[in-house]
């Protein structure tokens, strides 16, 4: 899952020579402008001067905050932040094999009105807006060029000059929704721009004639001009900066893709997960008198009839390799639980899972009043499961619709069987087909318009885009609200590889169209 945060105000501040090569715009303002910008020139004015651009930029985090603690965006270690600015073509020329930096800013700063990054005619030294010097109308900078904390740095390498910044800052965001106003990590926002080594150089004796001078005697002695990032007054709705929080949200219930334990198979892949979900009419909702606490699980083998649980518990094993007769399960969320085992093996075709109170007792099946579930699980050895046959397929979206309206979440549900399945007669006749299950998939959202990746694959450790699966087969959420309406957008997916371990993307593609309005 990911949700997106747009800048809440940002800006471009200057110590560039005016075209006279005798003024610094220093007072210059572009906090409306549609264009960031972060340069360095070397050598313009004199053999030795220093010319910079950097960028200030501020989120929301109080959102973020809100988020949280409405059950939105999961608790700090659960999430990730990333910084996302995107490249902004330009005639001008553009540096290469430079490194961006990403530091919070330790002062309050004013946005300002001003729009020219051309001659720098818009300044704010009588009106409101930061600068190179002042960070608002009543307050200077302590330091020319904006003032930053030194113990939270990120770094981003630029090989080529025209690649997106987009650099993870989880560290940084949660300072800020952790501090207060007035204190050390309050959010003061981003500043944004060239490493030291890749600003120019200056001495003392530069600083000591020109106040505006960043003293860096390890700076670099040649230009790198320019690197520029769509603002957040951009037309463009997908390039305006952001923080993307991504996490993992995907749901992985074994209860159709149940194994019994091997000894070739590691302790962890002899692990099991299944899932309760507590529906009450229509909807999710916690256990009265559990809530989010503790439940407790139990297999059974079957009756004579195979229609419910009977006998004694069955032994399991836990994820610390302890043999139990029952397992502690946990929360997921809102009306959802899970717990994980290993399943000896066993003759038992059907085997039944009761889910129970903590504080209950399950020598039986029948040994409780506090049992709040009953399911069926039909294990497979590790012999006898699926082959390691990795596709072709065939996919489809069940309940994918042509239009969708941008503030629907909508759960679309993937059919999956391999292209070469050759069913009986028999199965044709008289059985429906089976889903088969991809453990790990991932999908993306992309703009036919002009292949633009309105969401990115995320099959890094965020796993921000991964498929659920249950016994139904795989599934995911996706919230409309990312993509910009009035456009047409595909759905691709990609599946993995264990044994190239790489990712494959299908060939199938699944159109839908984003709207204002229904109309």
Known sequence: MLRRYTASADNTIVSAYELNLETRATGANAGRSDILETFSIYGRESTSSQELSRILIKFPVNQISSDRTA????????????????????????????KIVVQPISQSWQEGDGLDLEGYKDLTYDNTGSNWVSASDTKAWSNVGGDYLEDRVEVQNFPNGLENLEINVTNIVEDWIKGTAGSKYANYGFGVRLSASYEGSSSAELVTEDS??????????????????????????????????????????????????SSRAPAADN??????????????????????GELCVSVFSGSSTNTGPSGSALT??????????????????????????????????????????????????????????????????????????????????????????????????????????????????NAKAETQSIISASYR????????????????????????????????????????????????FAFYDERNLSWNEQPHSFKFRVEDYEY
């Open 71 to 98: 059950g939105t965006v999961p608790a700090s270690g659960s999430v990730s932040f990333y910084l996302k600015m995107y490249n902004a073509p330009t005639s001008k020329t553009t540096g290469r094999d430079f």
């Open 445 to 492: 959202v992309y703009r036919l318009l002009d292949g633009f990746d309105a969401i990115a694959y995320g099959t890094g450790s965020d796993n921000h885009t991964g498929l659920s699966y249950d016994i139904s087969g795989n599934y995911f959420d996706l919230d409309m609200r990312l993509l910009e309406p009035g456009y047409a957008y595909g759905l691709k």
């Open 271 to 292: 692990l099991n997960t299944i899932y309760f979900y507590n529906i009450i009419r229509g909807r999710l909702v916690n256990l009265p008198g559990i809530g989010e």
């Open 316 to 429: 399991l094993v836990n994820a610390s390799n302890v043999s139990k007769t029952s397992i502690t399960g946990g929360y997921v969320s809102t009306g959802i639980y899970s717990c994980s085992f290993a399943m000896p093996s066993s003759s038992n075709s059907t085997l039944y899972d009761v889910w129970f109170a903590p504080d209950a007792s399950v020598a039986d099946a029948t040994s409780t009043t506090e049992q709040y579930f009953t399911g069926a699980i039909s294990p497979m050895s590790i012999d006898s499961g699926p082959s390691t046959k990795q596709g072709p397929y065939r996919l489809t979206i069940t309940n994918l619709q042509p239009k969708y309206i941008k503030n629907d979440i909508v759960r679309l549900n993937v059919f999956i069987r391999e292209k070469d399945w050759k069913p009986t007669i028999y199965t044709v006749a």
């Open 212 to 261: 505006n001078v960043v003293l860096n005697t390890g700076g670099a002695t040649k230009s790198y001009y320019t690197k520029r990032f769509f603002s957040r007054t951009t037309q463009y709705y997908c390039y305006k900066p952001v923080i993307e929080a991504r996490w993992d949200s995907a749901t992985r219930d074994d209860r159709g893709n149940f194994f019994f334990s």
